[in-house]
């Protein structure tokens, strides 16, 4: 009967039998005398039965210790697959991880490309056309356009963008911010906003509804520092996923605050300047920077062979308000608007010399034309009288003039001449040389 099991279990069951058998062996001997004898026979069957009971039970435990274990290779199977699948998405996201890395470094090298030519300069124009050129290069954008916002950036720098929408570059604009989409440049005044069609289209009202419609998403980066908004700049492409709303903006909101600081900057830099190369009362070159002028147009007369002559002009009026400096200053702002007009900055430089002396310094002019040019400023400045409430305030002239020759080879020499001769002029002044002043 037990020769009849088959299987792998009866086979790694067989060194167990013998310990089985003698266990019922044993069994069987503890059995009382009438239980191990009946009718004088031994009770074979008794015995056996235990035995195959013992031995199939066994065997059960066996299979069922079999298929714990391969149930727990079919488990580990899978835990191990699981792990292989994890270190797999793991492996995806530290090499999207590694890309994100390199992407950021090339873009922040790219932002400090952009920080130098930032710091580097100091005239506004010229930042902005080396900015948006090095931009547009670096981040190809398809659309790039920049809004100014700042009166005096607009009138000093850029006084032709509210009259014309041409771009200064390939699919890159200057314009004036639209005074009614203000609210496009940034919900937040300082962070960069992401701004749909809708929002595109009323904000590049001015540009051709062919190059607005193919816009499919859009941010606006605002140039503001300090509360100052200098105007934002807009970057568009016809991608609609290039500027998603979920991207992060921090590089860009640095990059506006740093451009709105240079600007602040270049707008510092030209007011210093002014005040070191301007009269503040009159706009026109003050007493150093005129004389700095003569100096260098005189060396270059001389190495050249040119002609240079100048003229000593000394104003001459009487106001009904004596000792009102607010009535002075604007009678001097009045007559140095009308030497400008005589005398434009092409054809000569204008400064103010004096309380109320003024010196032209006129290149490439001989004494002749220079001569020439004396009575028709006299009479000019007097055909323009300054008006003032019901008065019309005269201005009376008197000029001095000086020419670079063999006895005037120096700026002082030319200085002396034209002062000498305007010192003249005052003292043959006749008794009609009086107070100049129209009553109306």
């Known amino acids: 009967m037990c020769g009849k099991v088959h299987g792998p279990s009866m086979t790694r069951s067989i060194p167990c039998l013998r310990s089985l058998e003698k266990g019922n062996r044993n069994a069987h001997a503890a059995l009382p ?21 013992i031995l199939f ?19 580990d199977t899978a835990a191990l697959e699981r792990l292989r699948l994890e270190n797999e998405e793991l492996r995806k996201q530290l090499q999207h991880l590694l890309t994100t890395a390199s992407n950021n470094e ?6 400090t490309e952009i920080e130098r030519i930032l710091f580097r ?24 356009v920049l809004f100014l916002s700042h009166t005096d950036i607009i009138e000093q720098f850029f006084p032709e963008i509210c009259r014309t929408n041409e771009p200064i570059a390939e699919n890159t604009w200057v314009l004036p911010l639209p005074s009614n989409n203000g609210c496009a440049v940034a919900a937040d005044v300082c962070r960069p906003s992401f701004l749909n069609d809708r ?18 998403s859009g941010v606006s980066v605002p140039l503001c520092i300090h509360e100052m908004v200098f105007g934002s700049l807009f970057f568009g492409s016809q991608d609609l996923q290039r500027y998603h709303p979920f991207d992060s903006t921090d590089l860009l909101e640095q990059l506006g605050v740093k451009i709105a600081l240079c600007m602040d900057n270049c707008l510092t830099y030209e007011k210093v300047k002014e005040f070191s190369v301007l009269d503040p009362l ?3 070159m003050n007493y150093f920077q005129i004389h700095t002028i003569l100096e260098k147009e005189a060396r270059k007369a001389r190495r050249f062979e040119t002609p240079l002559s100048i003229l000593m002009i000394e104003m001459d009026f ?8 607010g009535l002075l200053n604007e009678v001097l702002r009045h007559a140095a608007g009308v030497l400008q007009e005589i005398i434009p900055e092409q054809e000569g430089y204008l400064g103010r010399f ?8 006129l290149p490439d002019v001989p004494a002749e034309e220079a001569a020439e040019v004396v009575p028709y400023l006299t009479q000019a400045i007097r055909r323009s009288p300054f008006k003032y409430q019901n008065t019309a305030i005269l201005i009376q002239t008197n000029i001095g003039m000086g020419t670079l020759s063999d006895q005037t080879r120096r700026t002082q020499d030319l200085l002396d001449a034209a002062g000498t001769e305007l010192c003249r002029l005052k003292m043959s002044k006749d008794e009609h040389g009086g107070d100049p002043v129209a009553h109306g």
């Open 33 to 53: 005398k009438g239980g191990r004898q009946r009718s004088g026979r031994k009770s074979v069957w008794s015995a056996g039965h235990y035995r195959n009971i």
């Open 57 to 75: 039970s066994e065997v059960g435990k066996m299979e069922q210790m079999d298929s714990g274990r391969s149930n727990q290779v079919e488990n």
């Open 106 to 111: 090339k873009i922040w090298r790219h932002f």
């Open 121 to 144: 300069t100091r005239q506004l124009d010229v930042l902005v056309e080396e900015l948006l050129r090095e931009i547009k290069v670096r981040f190809e954008p398809d659309y790039l």
């Open 199 to 216: 929002e595109v289209r009323g904000l590049l009202t001015v540009l051709p509804e062919a190059i607005v419609s193919s816009i499919m």
């Open 282 to 284: 009159t706009g026109l």
């Open 318 to 325: 009487f106001h009904p308000t004596d000792g009102d400096p």
């Open 354 to 361: 004096g309380s109320n002396q003024f010196l032209a310094v």
